[in-house]
C-alpha cells in the first residue's frame, strides 16, 4: 500500500465528519482542539518530543518548506503565525495540553 497524503483542509473535513459520527453515536469526543495561537519553533519543538536541530531539519522538508512559504514563512523564522502552526502541528501530529 502506498503512502497517501493529505492536505490539512482534507484532514479537518475528516475530523468534521467524525465529530458528526461521534455526536450520532452518542458517544463522547475525548480531544478537544484548541484554537491555534503563534507558536515559537522551541515551543512546537518541545511539545513534538524532539530536539530543535530535529524539528529544524523536519520543516526543511521541500513539502513542509514549500507549504509554509506559500503561507508567508521566511528563512530564520522563529515564531509561526496561528495558521502555519495549525499546519505544522496537523502535518506533524503535534498536540498542546
Not at 22 to 47: C, H, Q, T, Y
Not at 64 to 79: F, I, S, T
Request: a positive charge; proline letters at 4%; aromatic letters at 8%.
Amino acid at each position: 500500500m502506498e503512502n497517501q497524503t493529505y492536505s490539512a483542509g482534507t484532514l479537518r473535513q475528516v475530523q468534521a465528519h467524525m465529530n458528526h459520527i461521534i455526536k450520532l453515536l452518542g458517544m463522547e469526543n475525548i480531544a478537544v482542539k484548541m484554537p491555534p495561537r503563534a507558536r515559537s519553533k522551541g515551543e512546537l519543538a518541545k511539545a513534538a518530543g524532539v530536539s530543535l536541530v530535529t524539528f529544524n531539519e523536519w520543516l526543511r522538508s521541500p513539502r513542509v518548506k514549500d507549504a509554509l512559504q506559500e503561507m508567508g514563512a521566511y528563512d530564520g523564522q522563529r515564531v509561526y503565525s496561528p495558521r502555519q502552526v495549525e499546519f505544522i502541528c496537523d502535518m506533524y501530529g503535534i498536540v498542546f495540553d
